[in-house]
């Protein structure tokens, strides 16, 4: 490619890698290739990728300025041998998480070899991100040595790109590389790693080709035995030669190195209690055991009735119950069938949510690797098996051992059951019906079919009963008034309604029902064999929280045990100043989901959870007189208010017909509400341009994520404003029109930019650490936005160059990053900011296991 030099930017300051092309390039006229390929590396941003900051050309030279990285290559590191096993996995998650990034912005590397690797004191950094493709157009000349690449077409009339070793089979054939390609080479890089020798080597360039088309090379432990059998089977399914029998996703690969990674440290994530818990823990842990035992196992009395008890779970030290991404926050969490582990979603700091594992005679819970994203899980009739919910995704982990399992698509999962036949219903989405696919995997079909005619939304939280063949499921229906439970049959008859409930309801063998009214637990018994509740109904607990998606938190086990998490989202409504005084709040607290202030800061919209449907509602409240104005009342999820310049109308989200859309209403409660926008998906309202012309919001497009579009005032030309393959939420213009702030999820994790209204290429990231909910001040002389550890933090911006952030004080917001909701607002001179406090973290909120409830709740002739 030509020569690289260590160089001075004087016009930033920094030193940086100045890589000028070679002559063979310099005789061909590449300038248009290398600014397209440029342009595609320039939106690379991500730790472990050295990144490009600038191309051009100094008359006939061609030039790249690059990121300075101090280190070594792999390639010089493994000239003295292999790698020690804990290196390996290392090495390789960072090299896999980086070429996910790659590949999700369609990037592919084509030249991925330890050469191309650096190693550095803060990790990988893998250099020449796509720029491969720029030898196509020149005649090179490398002979096959220790970095040797093919200066020949073989099979193609272009030539054929990379280094030989490392070159997947259908390249050979003169095919074009694509994603699988790259993780052909990830497979060779780590084979070299872990045995210090090439998978494919010969002293010419046609005895490697033929090794690569023909040849298998030797398993791993076979040159080293200490090598871990999931790491032999995650190398040589990356050097598959089919294609489709590789990886088909670099995230995929990240997510089974890290359950490796677990497997060669254990206990490196096992949290310890704290030293002034371990006396009131190891009593609870002796109470709860034995109560746990006298129900799986009871003590032989002829006469005794095993005791009830109740005792709760703490999420893990350092972390919370992860909230659904919903209106109302609720745990998500599942006992096992046998009654002795409890599985539920939890995050430590600002990690990802995963699933974690408590054995109910135990202190410590574990976090189960590889599962990074779960959301509502659910166990195999063998209590040896999880289900749930991941990235798009339906996946089963075996506790056994074993990575996670996709077993079919489910963009947004509510929902799954698993029956002892190995049949899984699960409901993919938030319309539609429920599918059944095989435990193993395999093809998904519909089983439930929605009747628009009878106005169903939705099926979703399908349970089986005992016979294998019958399930329940609930239905989200218009008006919502009609939500209830049905139960149908795997043959496809049609489905018999059995109650009336506003969440989810569950079997619990032998004969009980368990389901929620009026914001109680109530509890009938029910006949498995004809499907029908045959007894009256009985109070089991007072309060059970519940989320919009109609998902009620409640699991049963077999042996008598009850969890449960009560409702609780409370919040105060407080204000603070730039030093972070507080004073006083708006209102008493309450459950609120989202508020903004009026463009003047003399009004709040404000979406207020109603106790007794869970699902909130929008008022107005005058900040000068005190008086509040209910805007809407109808039984579907109205948030996300957003003021108009005027302050005359409002725009919010509610989905009446499942889906959340776009509505309009005059601030003062006059008319009806009216519809303004309603698409396949839904809609998130976040801003309305000063001009009064354009609403903001964001919805998930499936294909690129979620993105940032903007619709007319009047309905008309939905258009994408921010739209990459990554997640852009939380826009937010200038009120003098020429900026948006937005947060991204484009380096893994959110950070909050700034970009030109009218001109794509002109951006910021102005968030050091992450952020998240950005907000301008009137003037758009300042920035503000959420850190990760939750400060309030400001930004100043003055034409086209923002300060550095300034960290103005801390908040207790829950939780943080939420892409639907707001956590604060701040007023049109920045000056002052209102800030939702929770009265009691959520995420902190413990479940409650109850032992022999049904002896506790039933009432007594």
């Keep these: 490619m030509g020569e690289v030099y260590k160089a001075h930017d004087t016009r930033l300051d920094r030193t940086v890698a100045l890589k000028v092309m070679g002559a063979a390039l310099a005789d061909i006229d590449h300038g248009a290739m290398l600014e397209q390929e440029a342009r595609a590396v320039a939106a690379l941003n991500h730790p472990h990728i050295c990144a490009l900051h600038d191309v051009g050309r100094e008359q006939n030279t061609a030039f790249l300025v690059m990121e300075y990285v101090k280190g070594e290559t792999l390639a010089s590191r493994l000239s003295g041998g292999p790698l020690p096993i804990r290196d390996v996995v290392r090495f390789g998650i960072q090299i896999a998480e980086a070429l996910d990034h790659a590949h999700r912005q369609g990037v592919i590397h084509r030249d991925l070899k330890p050469a191309n690797i650096m190693l550095t004191t803060s990790g990988v950094k893998v250099l020449d991100f796509g720029l491969a493709r720029l030898r196509a157009a020149a005649p090179l000349q490398m002979p096959l040595e220790g970095t040797p690449t093919v200066k020949h077409p073989l099979t193609s009339e272009r030539a054929l790109l990379g280094t030989i070793q490392y070159i997947s089979p259908e390249r050979l054939e003169g095919r074009e590389a694509d994603a699988s390609s790259d993780l052909f080479a990830f497979g060779a890089v780590m084979y070299e790693m872990t045995t210090g020798r090439r998978p494919f080597d010969s002293p010419s360039p046609a005895g490697v080709i033929a090794a690569i088309m023909n040849s298998d090379p030797p398993r791993p432990s076979a040159l080293r035995p200490d090598v871990p059998a999931p790491l032999e089977w995650l190398i040589q399914k990356a050097l598959a030669k089919n294609p489709d029998a590789r990886w088909q996703a670099a995230g995929d690969v990240v997510e089974v190195l890290r359950w490796i990674a677990r497997g060669i440290e254990p206990g490196v994530r096992r949290r310890r209690p704290?030293?002034?818990?371990?006396?009131?823990?190891?009593?609870?842990?002796?109470?709860?055991?034995?109560?746990?035992?006298?129900?799986?196992?009871?003590?032989?009395?002829?006469?005794?009735?095993?005791?009830?008890?109740?005792?709760?779970?703490?999420?893990?030290?350092?972390?919370?119950?992860?909230?659904?991404?919903?209106?109302?926050?609720?745990?998500?969490?599942?006992?096992?069938?046998?009654?002795?582990?409890?599985?539920?979603?939890?995050?430590?700091?600002?990690?990802?949510?995963?699933?974690?594992?408590?054995?109910?005679?135990?202190?410590?819970?574990?976090?189960?690797?590889?599962?990074?994203?779960?959301?509502?899980?659910?166990?195999?009739?063998?209590?040896?098996?999880?289900?749930?919910?991941?990235?798009?995704?339906?996946?089963?982990?075996?506790?056994?051992?074993?990575?996670?399992?996709?077993?079919?698509?489910?963009?947004?999962?509510?929902?799954?059951?698993?029956?002892?036949?190995?049949?899984?219903?699960?409901?993919?989405?938030?319309?539609?019906?429920?599918?059944?696919?095989?435990?193993?995997?395999?093809?998904?079909?519909?089983?439930?079919?929605?009747?628009?005619?009878?106005?169903?939304?939705?099926?979703?939280?399908?349970?089986?009963?005992?016979?294998?063949?019958?399930?329940?499921?609930?239905?989200?229906?218009?008006?919502?008034?009609?939500?209830?439970?049905?139960?149908?049959?795997?043959?496809?008859s049609p489905p018999r309604k059995l109650l009336t409930s506003g969440l989810s309801a569950s079997f619990v063998p032998p004969d009980h029902l368990l389901y929620v009214a009026d914001d109680a637990l109530m509890a009938t018994t029910f006949d498995a064999a004809t499907q029908r509740a045959v007894g009256d109904s009985f109070p089991v607990v007072s309060s059970i929280a519940g989320s919009s998606n109609f998902f009620a938190a409640v699991s049963a086990s077999s042996t008598g045990l009850l969890a449960y998490a009560s409702s609780s989202g409370s919040s105060a409504l407080t204000w603070y100043d730039r030093t972070g005084r507080a004073s006083g709040s708006v209102g008493p607290p309450g459950e609120y989901v989202d508020f903004r202030l009026s463009p003047r800061s003399d009004q709040l919209a404000v979406a207020e959870v109603e106790p007794q449907t869970h699902r909130p509602d929008i008022r107005v409240m005058d900040l000068m007189r005190g008086a509040k104005l209910r805007l809407t009342s109808e039984a579907a999820t109205d948030a996300s208010p957003v003021w108009s310049p005027d302050a005359a109308r409002i725009v919010f989200r509610s989905n009446p017909e499942g889906l959340h859309d776009l509505y309009l209403k005059p601030a003062n409660g006059a008319g009806e509400r009216a519809l303004l926008l309603k698409t396949s998906n839904a809609k998130y309202p976040t801003d309305w341009t000063s001009d009064g012309r354009t609403i903001v919001y964001h919805t998930d497009q499936r294909g690129t994520g979620i993105d940032i579009w903007t619709v007319g005032a009047d309905g008309s030309h939905p258009t994408p404003l921010v739209q990459t393959p990554f997640d852009e939420v939380q826009g937010q213009v200038s009120r003098n029109g020429r900026w948006i702030a937005y947060t991204s999820l484009e380096t893994g994790r959110p950070e909050v930019y700034i970009r030109s209204m009218t001109d794509p290429g002109v951006r910021w990231q102005v968030s050091a650490d992450g952020g998240t909910d950005p907000r301008w001040r009137a003037d758009a002389r300042e920035l503000f936005y959420l850190s990760l550890d939750s400060w309030v933090t400001a930004v100043g911006f003055a034409g086209e160059r923002a300060t550095a952030p300034h960290r103005l004080f801390p908040v207790r917001v829950a939780p943080p990053g939420d892409p639907y909701l707001s956590n604060y607002d701040v007023t049109a001179d920045g000056q002052r900011f209102l800030v939702k406090v929770p009265v009691r973290d959520v995420t902190s909120t413990p479940i409650h296991i109850v032992t022999n409830w049904l002896a506790a709740s039933k009432p007594r002739s």
């Excluded at 842990?285 to 008890?309: I, N, S």
């Excluded at 079919?449 to 329940?472: G, K, M």
């Design 274 to 492: 704290l030293r002034s818990a371990v006396p009131l823990a190891a009593a609870l842990v002796l109470v709860a055991g034995a109560a746990f035992l006298a129900v799986v196992r009871p003590f032989p009395a002829a006469h005794t009735e095993p005791a009830t008890l109740t005792f709760s779970i703490a999420p893990p030290e350092g972390g919370g119950f992860t909230p659904t991404p919903s209106s109302v926050p609720t745990p998500q969490f599942a006992l096992s069938p046998n009654g002795r582990r409890l599985a539920f979603v939890a995050s430590l700091a600002h990690e990802p949510a995963q699933l974690w594992l408590r054995a109910l005679d135990s202190l410590i819970p574990e976090p189960l690797a590889g599962t990074n994203g779960a959301e509502y899980p659910f166990w195999s009739p063998d209590s040896a098996s999880i289900g749930f919910f991941a990235n798009g995704m339906l996946k089963r982990i075996d506790l056994a051992g074993g990575p996670a399992r996709v077993l079919a698509s489910a963009p947004f999962g509510r929902g799954g059951t698993w029956s002892r036949s190995g049949i899984i219903l699960f409901a993919p989405n938030t319309q539609g019906g429920v599918y059944r696919v095989p435990a193993n995997g395999g093809e998904a079909t519909l089983l439930t079919h929605v009747d628009a005619a009878a106005h169903e939304a939705s099926h979703r939280w399908p349970q089986f009963l005992p016979d294998d063949r019958h399930f329940l499921y609930f239905v989200q229906s218009t008006p919502p008034q009609a939500h209830g439970v049905c139960v149908a049959d795997l043959d496809g």
